[in-house]
């Protein structure tokens, strides 16, 4: 079992700056690829970043590119998502979660993450 803990969430204005934070308390997760997924109210919950255990190889949804840098610490057992450049649409429920040795197209397929943290909410104000 894999316990995820999520922060870092908040209220921004449009073209402000978060940084969210995954925390797996006590567990090692050198063998998870870990993602970022987010929900917006009344939409499926989508792909948004995600990194491979060793943090060499990191993916991107298109609309994030640019604006949203993830890496980790497996010393630390810490996943960040750096957020920059906000825009109203960014505004959902932030998850991070934890899949044992995903490789290529399988990162962005949230049924393929096996643990999920509680989320955190981002809300960016134009």
């Known amino acids: 079992q894999v316990q995820l803990e999520e922060s870092g969430g908040g209220l921004v204005q449009a073209g402000g700056s978060l940084r969210l934070s995954c925390a797996t308390p006590?567990?090692?997760?050198?063998?998870?690829?870990m993602g970022w997924f987010r929900q917006a109210p009344g939409k499926e919950r989508e792909f948004v970043a995600a990194?491979?255990?060793?943090?060499?190889?990191?993916y991107y949804t298109d609309s994030v590119k640019g604006r949203f840098t993830i890496s980790r610490d497996n010393a630390r057992n810490t996943v960040t998502l750096q957020i920059n450049s906000l825009k109203p649409e960014d505004t959902a429920v932030y998850y991070c979660?934890?899949?044992?040795?995903?490789?290529?197209?399988?990162?962005?397929?949230?049924?393929?993450?096996?643990?999920w943290g509680q989320g955190t909410q981002v809300t960016v104000s134009s």
């Open positions: 990194v491979d255990w060793s943090d060499s190889i990191t």
């Open positions: 979660a934890a899949g044992f040795l995903l490789t290529g197209g399988e990162f962005a397929q949230a049924t393929r993450y096996a643990y």
């Open positions: 006590g567990r090692r997760v050198t063998d998870y690829a």
